[in-house]
């Protein structure tokens, strides 16, 4: 079946410092994979995506690339802010002859927290 | 704009008693989804739903059943709570067809069971 490992948490970063949170992948066929991030008191929202090998989703200064030979999608960020203290989910959605349905598997979840 | 809505947000229950969470989507939403979130697991699927009238199992469904009666509402249903159903819950939208990933999330639903 499908998976999603996500690197061991919490992270606790400076502000300015840069950030890498690791996610590789299990999954037969071509996922797209998402990074998702919920901050505290609110549901997940969507932060950058990808849909084939090579391609680089970016958003609010995140990037994560889609290295299929690695099964990876590391996201990082070259400065974190306050702001960013959250927790950040990898996921991916299997391109299975179109009936996934949406459906997304989720990995455990990292938590953020940036210091002053 | 509300987006997704879940009521209620918060609820005590006893082992035993059945319960009733409603998600509303105002987006013209074919597709929705019921995740739980536990520490360490991230969210699982329990159920989700194609459009109205029809309901699937997902990774995680002993225990719930939903009913998707109107486009806009899926409900989840816990018949005999236990303690291992203590969790957060939440519900998703999205629009149908070529689907783009990005997932609409209420703000969740946290229930516990005593």
């Known amino acids: 079946g499908n998976s999603v490992t996500q690197m061991e948490g919490p992270v606790t970063l400076s502000e300015e410092a840069f950030l890498t949170i690791n996610c590789t992948y299990t999954a037969t066929g071509y996922p797209s994979l998402f990074w998702y991030v919920q901050y505290p008191g609110e549901g997940l929202q969507l932060l950058l995506k990808?849909?084939?090998?090579?391609d680089k989703g970016s958003n609010k200064g995140f990037e994560a690339t889609y290295r299929k030979e690695t099964t990876s999608f590391h996201l990082e960020k070259g400065s974190v802010q306050v702001s960013d203290s959250a927790v950040y989910f990898c996921a991916l959605s299997a391109n299975a002859g179109g009936t996934s349905y949406g459906k997304l598997t989720f990995g455990q979840g990292t938590i953020l927290t940036v210091h002053p | 704009n509300a987006g997704v809505t879940q009521t209620p947000k918060f609820r005590v229950l006893k082992t035993g008693q059945s319960m009733t969470l409603l998600c509303a989507q105002d987006?013209?939403?074919?597709?929705m989804y019921w995740y739980r979130q536990d520490p360490g697991m991230g969210l699982r699927l329990i159920h989700y739903s194609v459009g109205e009238g029809t309901t699937a199992k997902g990774e995680v469904p002993d225990g719930y059943n939903v009913s998707r009666l109107k486009k806009q509402n899926f409900l989840l249903g816990l018949e005999s709570a236990a303690p291992s159903q203590t969790s957060v819950y939440f519900c998703?939208?999205?629009?149908?067809?070529?689907?783009?990933?990005?997932?609409?999330f209420g703000e969740g639903s946290r229930l516990t069971v005593l």
């Open positions: 987006m013209n939403h074919e597709y």
């Open positions: 998703a939208s999205t629009l149908s067809g070529l689907f783009s990933g990005e997932l609409f």
């Open positions: 990808a849909t084939k090998a090579d």
